[in-house]
T-cell receptor
Framework: EPEVTQTPSHQVTQMGQEVILRCVPI?????FYWYRQILGQKVEFLVS????????KSEIFDDQFSVERPDGSNFTLKIRSTKLEDSAMYFC???????????FGQGTRLTVV | GDSVTQMEGPVTLSEEAFLTINCTYT??????LFWYVQYPGEGLQLLLK?????DKGSNKGFEATYRKETTSFHLEKGSVQVSDSAVYFC???????????FGTGTQLKVEL
């Protein structure tokens, strides 16, 4: 069964450092998303991406965040200067038709120290 | 704004008990409604969906009916198993916003 894969599974970084979270969506999907889940809290939408551009972003997704699809398979989330409050589980998701039937990766746990 | 509210957990049940997890939503337009499940250490998986009023989504013994009049999408299962222990998230999707909006999640623990 096709799946969304994310790397790394866990990343520890110092405050102020840049991190790049990587995702390989399902190959024939066209819509890509990043969500995050702070420990014990709800899953929050960060950004959606379609046709090589951001289609929607939340207020969380400020200038410190960026997304890129550098080639035909990867979808990355970059945080330029991490803050303690960026510590969370980050989930990548993709869909084929821009519906809510999303396939999620297993997540990257980001710990900012 | 758009939101999803679901009952707080944790919910602890004995095996074979009946499960209900309440979910209500607010949304502009006519959203599609979903239940996602997160097993320990894993990502979210789609459990079931309903795309219009009065639709019933079902999967693995779980059911939920899209009630437009009460803006609800309650999850039910007649007889839970230990393997159902997980966190359950109610969500809606609006095409205009192109995003899923999740509730806070309800942790279910099923004991023998």
């Amino acid at each position: 069964e096709p799946e969304v894969t994310q790397t790394p599974s866990h990343q520890v970084t110092q405050m102020g450092q840049e991190v790049i979270l990587r995702c390989v969506p399902i190959s024939n999907h066209l819509y890509f998303y990043w969500y995050r889940q702070i420990l014990g809290q709800k899953v929050e939408f960060l950004v959606s991406f379609y046709n090589n551009e951001i289609s929607e972003k939340s207020e969380i997704f400020d200038d410190q965040f960026s997304v890129e699809r550098p080639d035909g398979s990867n979808f990355t989330l970059k945080i330029r200067s991490t803050k303690l409050e960026d510590s969370a589980m980050y989930f990548c998701a993709s869909t084929g038709r821009g519906t809510g039937e999303a396939f999620f990766g297993q997540g990257t746990r980001l710990t900012v120290v | 704004g758009d939101s999803v509210t679901q009952m707080e957990g944790p919910v602890t049940l004995s095996e074979e008990a009946f499960l209900t997890i309440n979910c209500t939503y607010t949304a502009t337009g006519y959203p599609s409604l979903f239940w996602y499940v997160q097993y320990p250490g894993e990502g979210l998986q789609l459990l079931l969906k309903a795309t219009k009023a009065d639709d019933k989504g079902s999967n693995k013994g779980f059911e939920a009916t899209y009630r437009k009049e009460t803006t609800s999408f309650h999850l039910e299962k007649g007889s839970v198993q230990v393997s159902d222990s997980a966190v359950y998230f109610c969500a809606h999707f609006t095409g205009g916003g192109n995003k899923l909006t999740f509730g806070t999640g309800t942790q279910l623990k099923v004991e023998l």
